[in-house]
């Protein structure tokens, strides 16, 4: 079995007392203990929506529309419940990567620099990314555009990114991200604040998340010096942002229409949120990610075209 590296190891003191035999108590394990919380939460909102269900068959003037309605609330509420311990399993299983430690990356001001020059995950302001695919909803096209406009986040100040999604023309997600990159070169992920879109109006903003609010903390979106096996958290707010990311190859080829590249860093990257999403991408060195492929779907997204002002 691969052998996986942790990029945060952040050190956790744990007291271990003694008991009249004398022997220590086993040292916590945050990890393992994050997730049953978690599971907890999501049971307890599972049964919170089941209730909330159930009240409004209650005023259903209709008894067989009554019934039809609790049936199917019961239906939602054993869904919801899979959902939990499926997600439950996934956090499980990445705790035994992550190991027993509580996530508590220390972030110093002085330890970051101006500018993002990672050569995966380079960020030049006034550079825009172009990306495009087909999906089953139709052509899809990205616009990842570092802009001239920072964000101070816990102290660091941070390059905001804009990051557009249209399906065949129309607006489905609009996205501003907030990078910093460090004084050892990795690049740290500071937050989102991103809505889903239907007819030009947010109906969703899952997923935003900014550093230091609401027990939300920052990961790292690329290491400076990456490995194969190394597993790390890419952000993390819980039951809300939690990609994680795993390095599987550093020599992959690449060919697009854009171009042909060599020597490629290839990442898997899951979440515990949605446990059967699964997404490869690949870095080109010294230009950054080329070529997304949903594993589920089989959709690429592809770089397309790079402008620069």
Same mark, same amino acid.
């Given at each position: 079995?691969?052998?996986? *590296?942790?990029? *945060?190891? $952040? =050190?956790?003191?744990?007291?271990?007392?003694?008991?009249?035999?004398?022997?220590?108590?086993?040292?916590?394990?945050?990890?393992?203990?994050?997730?049953? =919380?978690?599971?907890?939460?999501?049971?307890?909102?599972?049964?919170?929506?089941?209730?909330?269900?159930?009240?409004?068959?209650?005023?259903?003037?209709?008894?067989?529309?009554?019934?039809?309605?609790?049936?199917?609330?019961?239906?939602?509420?054993?869904?919801?419940?899979?959902?939990?311990?499926?997600?439950?399993?996934?956090?499980?299983?990445?705790?035994?990567?992550?190991?027993?430690?509580?996530? =508590?990356?220390?972030?110093?001001?002085?330890?970051?620099?101006?500018?993002?020059?990672?050569?995966?995950?380079?960020?030049?302001?006034?550079?825009?990314? *172009?990306?495009?695919?087909?999906?089953?909803?139709?052509?899809?096209? $990205?616009?990842?555009?570092?802009?001239?406009?920072?964000?101070?986040?816990?102290?660091?100040?941070?390059?905001?990114?804009?990051?557009?999604?249209?399906?065949?023309?129309?607006?489905?997600?609009?996205?501003?991200?907030?990078?910093?990159?460090?004084?050892?070169?990795?690049?740290?992920?500071?937050?989102?604040?991103?809505?889903?879109?239907?007819?030009?109006?947010?109906?969703?903003?899952?997923?935003?998340?900014?550093?230091?609010?609401?027990?939300?903390?920052?990961?790292? *979106?690329?290491?400076?010096?990456?490995? $194969?096996?190394?597993?790390?958290?890419?952000?993390?707010?819980?039951?809300?942002?939690?990609?994680?990311?795993? $390095?599987?190859?550093?020599?992959?080829?690449?060919?697009?229409?854009?171009?042909?590249?060599?020597?490629?860093?290839?990442?898997?990257?899951?979440?515990?949120?949605?446990?059967?999403?699964?997404?490869?991408?690949?870095? =080109?060195?010294?230009?950054?990610?080329?070529?997304?492929?949903?594993?589920?779907?089989?959709?690429?997204?592809?770089?397309?075209?790079?402008?620069?002002?």
């Amino acid at each position: 079995m691969m052998q996986r *590296i942790r990029t *945060i190891a $952040v =050190a956790a003191l744990v007291s271990t007392p003694f008991g009249a035999s004398g022997a220590a108590a086993a040292p916590a394990n945050f990890c393992r203990l994050t997730a049953q =919380a978690v599971l907890q939460s999501c049971q307890a909102d599972a049964r919170s929506d089941n209730l909330l269900a159930v009240a409004n068959c209650h005023n259903r003037a209709d008894a067989a529309a009554r019934k039809a309605c609790k049936q199917q609330a019961s239906e939602s509420v054993k869904e919801g419940q899979q959902e939990c311990r499926e997600q439950f399993q996934a956090r499980q299983e990445a705790c035994a990567d992550f190991g027993p430690a509580a996530y =508590a990356p220390q972030i110093d001001p002085a330890n970051f620099v101006a500018a993002i020059d990672n050569p995966y995950f380079p960020l030049t302001p006034g550079t825009t990314f *172009i990306y495009e695919g087909q999906t089953a909803d139709g052509l899809e096209r $990205v616009e990842f555009a570092v802009t001239h406009v920072t964000k101070e986040i816990l102290g660091v100040t941070c390059i905001e990114v804009h990051d557009v999604v249209r399906v065949d023309g129309e607006v489905i997600e609009d996205t501003l991200d907030w990078f910093a990159q460090d004084t050892a070169g990795n690049v740290w992920y500071f937050g989102e604040n991103t809505g889903e879109l239907e007819d030009g109006r947010v109906v969703n903003i899952d997923g935003t998340f900014t550093a230091g609010v609401d027990e939300a903390k920052p990961g790292i *979106i690329m290491q400076a010096h990456p490995a $194969v096996g190394d597993f790390y958290r890419q952000e993390f707010s819980l039951d809300n942002a939690e990609d994680n990311a795993e $390095v599987v190859s550093l020599t992959e080829s690449v060919a697009i229409p854009f171009g042909t590249f060599a020597n490629c860093l290839k990442t898997e990257e899951t979440t515990p949120i949605s446990p059967g999403v699964l997404e490869n991408k690949y870095y =080109a060195p010294g230009i950054g990610n080329v070529l997304t492929v949903d594993l589920e779907t089989g959709d690429r997204s592809e770089l397309k075209e790079i402008i620069t002002e």
